[in-house]
């Protein structure tokens, strides 16, 4: 029998290869886990933690305002982003560290180098080192796609987006997806002119139609500048540091920051999957089966390096799956219905379930019901934005098949009303639920 350095060489310490890495370790197998940048990937390092906390520094740019009405005064308020960022920074910090130490703690040996394939069991570290593994786990996740328009390499991405050393003046975002909408939020709550240019006239693609329509408009009246059915054609920089953007169907902008947010693409670039015979998509996405077991049977690939629903507690999940499957002796796979996502605009949006098109297309008979309201903390501050539920049903079952929010707090709200749809509740069963007063949450069981 071929003997191993490792059973199992994670390639990537995202949140989905850590998870594979320390259950797999927990399950008794000897483990090392290779990351060219920092252990914790995307969401902990350069995405959903740090924009949250981000999200939640804009967010008191509102609170501010609405503190008038309730009795508070706040006298010579200011933003500082340096405070800002610099905390959020070392917030990152400490959670790399955590998420070593779990890692390590588990008996994984971490490897901080860049790992490429030789063959379904050989690997090569940048530093000449080369090991075996019986198993190796690709979780090398995805990295922002830049258009190849002329001056492209002016702008930044996301990854840059935390570490400016100071706030522009004007800012243009390439993109409408989630990226682009949740930056445009935050950097407009900072007072940052925000123009938003899409190649479409439609932000976020996949939610539903009454949730986006909302979103704009409140975004608009919030000072955030759309330019829709946008093309970059171009960009280049002027004498005083600024950059003009030109783009198809509207006039050239002139800004201080360009930030592309159109889309993120698998890491697969020099991986060395040829090498081991691993197939790839014409994405560069990694082809899996239901196991995340690539075309190399000995090769495995979880989260968003696979393309297939690029959110971190999917790639957990995928991570959990393949550790209890190959290792732990206990196979399940992922269940991919009714996976809930938000996006943590201003306000935010949440979903769950299918969106009225797409219920229409499915189940051709559907009952939809709705609450347009608006908050009562809004209501009392003066500010004049209304929050949207929408509750999609099948016509035949009564079942609740889509839930959609957009509003204070709604991805809080969301999630525990995820819970229902995916147990296959029915509208009834919302009603028959006492509101609790006063909320907003109560407005899921008022719904008409
Ligand atoms: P999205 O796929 O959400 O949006 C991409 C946007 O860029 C779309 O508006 C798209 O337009 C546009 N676009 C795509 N390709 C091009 C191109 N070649 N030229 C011009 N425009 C283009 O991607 P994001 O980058 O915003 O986010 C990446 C992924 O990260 C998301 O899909 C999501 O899964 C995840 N994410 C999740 C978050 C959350 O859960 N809250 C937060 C941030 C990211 P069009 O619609 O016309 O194709």
């Known amino acids: 029998m071929a003997s191993y350095d490792y059973d199992l060489f994670v390639i990537g310490a995202g949140s989905g290869g850590v998870r594979a890495a320390r259950v797999s370790a927990a399950h008794g197998a000897r483990?090392?886990?290779?990351?060219?940048?920092?252990?914790?990937?995307?969401?902990?390092?350069?995405?959903?933690?740090?924009?949250?906390?981000?999200?939640?520094?804009?967010?008191?740019?509102?609170?501010?305002?609405?503190?008038?009405?309730?009795?508070?005064?706040?006298?010579?308020?200011?933003?500082?982003?340096?405070?800002?960022?610099?905390?959020?920074?070392?917030?990152?910090?400490?959670?790399?560290?955590?998420?070593?130490?779990?890692?390590?703690?588990?008996?994984?040996?971490?490897?901080?180098?860049?790992?490429t394939l030789t063959g379904p069991h050989g690997i090569r570290l940048a530093s000449g080192r080369e090991v075996t593994a019986k198993t190796i786990l690709i979780a090398t996740g995805a990295t922002p796609h830049v258009p190849g328009c002329p001056g492209h390499e002016h702008g930044i991405t996301s990854n840059e987006a935390f570490h400016l050393d100071a706030l522009p003046e004007r800012m243009l975002i390439a993109g409408a997806g989630y990226i682009a909408n949740e930056f445009a939020g935050v950097f407009n709550e900072f007072g940052v002119k925000v123009t938003l240019i899409n190649r479409t006239d439609t932000i976020l693609r996949g939610y539903d139609h009454s949730l986006r329509d909302r979103l704009l408009d409140i975004s608009i009246k919030k000072g955030i500048d759309f330019r829709l059915n946008a093309d970059f054609r171009g960009i280049t920089r002027n004498d005083d540091g600024s950059l003009t953007v030109e783009m198809t169907n509207h006039e050239p902008a002139i800004v201080d920051c360009v930030m592309f947010a159109t889309g993120r693409v698998p890491n697969t670039g020099d991986l060395g999957l040829d090498a081991a015979g691993v197939e790839w998509d014409e994405k560069g996405a990694i082809r899996v089966d239901d196991d995340n077991r690539s075309t190399c049977e000995s090769i495995y690939a979880v989260g968003d390096v696979t393309n297939r629903i690029q959110l971190t507690p999917v790639a957990i999940r995928e991570g959990q799956a393949f550790a209890d499957t190959v290792f732990g002796g206990k196979p399940h796979k992922v269940d991919y219905d009714n996976i809930p996502s938000a996006v943590f605009s201003h306000p935010p949006i949440a979903s769950v379930g299918l969106t009225e098109a797409k219920a229409r297309e499915k189940l051709g008979s559907i009952k939809v019901y709705q609450s347009d309201f608006r908050a009562m903390k809004n209501v009392l501050a003066g500010r004049n934005e209304r929050a949207l539920y929408k509750m999609i049903c099948d016509a035949e079952t009564d079942r609740v098949v889509g839930l959609h929010m957009i509003g204070p707090d709604a991805p809080e709200i969301l999630q525990a009303a995820a819970v229902a749809v995916k147990a296959g509740l029915t509208k009834a069963d919302f009603d028959q639920t006492v509101a609790l007063h006063p909320t907003m949450a109560e407005e899921l069981v008022l719904l008409k």
Request: charge should be negative.
């Open 31 to 115: 483990v090392a886990i290779a990351e060219e940048y920092r252990v914790g990937g995307t969401c902990v390092i350069r995405g959903c933690v740090p924009k949250k906390l981000l999200v939640y520094g804009a967010h008191f740019a509102e609170d501010i305002q609405d503190c008038a009405r309730f009795g508070w005064h706040v006298d010579g308020c200011r933003f500082d982003w340096a405070t800002l960022r610099d905390n959020v920074l070392a917030e990152v910090d400490r959670l790399n560290k955590a998420y070593t130490d779990t890692l390590e703690s588990h008996g994984v040996e971490v490897i901080l180098d860049r790992a």
